[in-house]
């Protein structure tokens, strides 16, 4: 069974600075996609950013960006120039490419500092 | 476009009462999921349906049942409420095909049993 790991239960960052958040996971499988997600207070699940296995390069979405290390199972997000609105709690998912289950992390909850 | 809306927002129960809460979309979409949030542990599923009249078993179905008799809604049943079903309840829906397309989600359902 595929699993996800966010090990940084919490993080800080100063306004205007950049943080990564980090993610593993573990599966057998080739195919699948990582993503993303942000949940402000308001408990909305918003997608941040995905990525599909099978591409190397990776994805970019405005002031966020993936490393993604498909050998190493890693799926970091870099948060450049910190607003305090990216404040929220941000979870990494993992779908395989085969079937619909879409598995999370315990999530990382991001402090803004102004 | 409503896209996925969860009714109620908010619920308290009685030990051993019973309950329906209702996920609604608008978008056609095949997949449906309900999921729970608890601290510290993310989302886990609990059951999910890829299509009208389709349900299967997610990591944590224990308590709970599910039906899918219409395409746009997916209704999550408590038979008899307990404690430890204590959580915040999320629905989430998304297109067959189109598998990197990400799943959207209802505002969730607070849900209390004292």
């Known amino acids: 069974a595929q699993t996800v790991t966010q090990s940084q239960p919490e993080m800080s960052v100063q306004e205007a600075e950049t943080v990564t958040l980090s993610c593993t996971y573990d599966?057998?499988?080739?195919?699948?996609?990582l993503f993303w997600y942000k949940q402000p207070p308001s408990r909305q699940m918003i997608l941040v950013i995905r990525?599909?296995?099978?591409?190397?390069q990776n994805a970019t979405e405005n002031r966020f960006s993936v490393n993604f290390q498909k050998a190493a199972k890693s799926f970091s997000l870099k948060i450049s120039d910190s607003q305090l609105g990216d404040a929220a709690m941000y979870f990494c998912?993992?779908?395989?490419?085969?079937?619909?289950?879409?598995?999370f992390g315990q999530g990382t909850t991001l402090q803004v500092k102004p | 476009n409503a896209g996925v809306t969860q009714t109620p927002k908010f619920r308290v129960l009685k030990t051993g009462q019973s309950m329906t809460l209702l996920c609604a979309q608008d978008?056609?979409?095949?997949?449906m999921y309900w999921y729970r949030q608890d601290p510290g542990m993310g989302l886990r599923l609990i059951h999910y349906?890829?299509?009208?009249?389709?349900?299967a078993k997610g990591e944590v179905p224990d308590g709970y049942n599910v039906s899918r008799l219409k395409k746009q809604n997916f209704l999550l049943g408590l038979e008899s409420a307990a404690p430890s079903q204590t959580s915040v309840y999320f629905c989430?829906?998304?297109?067959?095909?189109?598998?990197?397309?990400?799943?959207?989600f209802g505002d969730g359902t607070r849900l209390s049993i004292l």
């Open positions: 349906s890829v299509g009208e009249g389709t349900t």
């Open positions: 998912a993992y779908r395989s490419a085969i079937g619909g289950k879409l598995i």
């Open positions: 978008m056609n979409h095949e997949y």
């Open positions: 989430a829906s998304r297109e067959e095909f189109g598998t990197s397309r990400p799943q959207h």
């Open positions: 599966t057998s499988e080739s195919d699948y996609y």
């Open positions: 990525q599909e296995a099978y591409k190397q």
